[in-house]
């Protein structure tokens, strides 16, 4: 059973930080790239960020550059999403995905993911 399991969101005010995390498990992660999507109340789901297997290729979306970084753990089969000056439209759901590589295919190829996560909800008040 694959599984990717998201933590860290919650309520902060605009202007503030972030971490989130998620965690894989089920099988070898270690060779696939992962990412962040968000989706806001009556919005379509948004690409945020994307990291190759080995974390030394990332991807943003224009959006949250130079506020978000994605990272991975060690182990490899952990990532983050560290966000800072955090504003009302990055209120949404987050969402964790993975799939095998190139990494640059969570942006280019979404509906070719087949691994997400539940979900952690973000919520920016102004």
């Known amino acids: 059973q694959v599984q990717l399991v998201e933590s860290g969101g919650g309520l902060v005010q605009a202007g503030g930080s972030l971490r989130l995390s998620c965690a894989a498990s089920g099988r070898t992660f270690s060779t696939y790239a992962m990412g962040w999507f968000r989706q806001a109340p009556g919005k379509e789901r948004e690409f945020v960020a994307a990291i190759s297997w080995s974390g030394g290729y990332t991807y943003y979306a224009d959006s949250v550059k130079g506020r978000f970084t994605i990272s991975r753990g060690n182990a490899k089969n952990t990532m983050y999403l560290q966000m800072h000056s955090l504003r009302s439209e990055d209120t949404a759901v987050y969402f964790c995905?993975?799939?095998?590589?190139?990494?640059?295919?969570?942006?280019?190829?979404?509906?070719?993911?087949?691994?997400w996560g539940q979900g952690t909800q973000v919520t920016v008040s102004s």
């Open positions: 995905a993975a799939r095998p590589p190139p990494a640059r295919d969570l942006l280019r190829k979404p509906s070719s993911i087949d691994n």
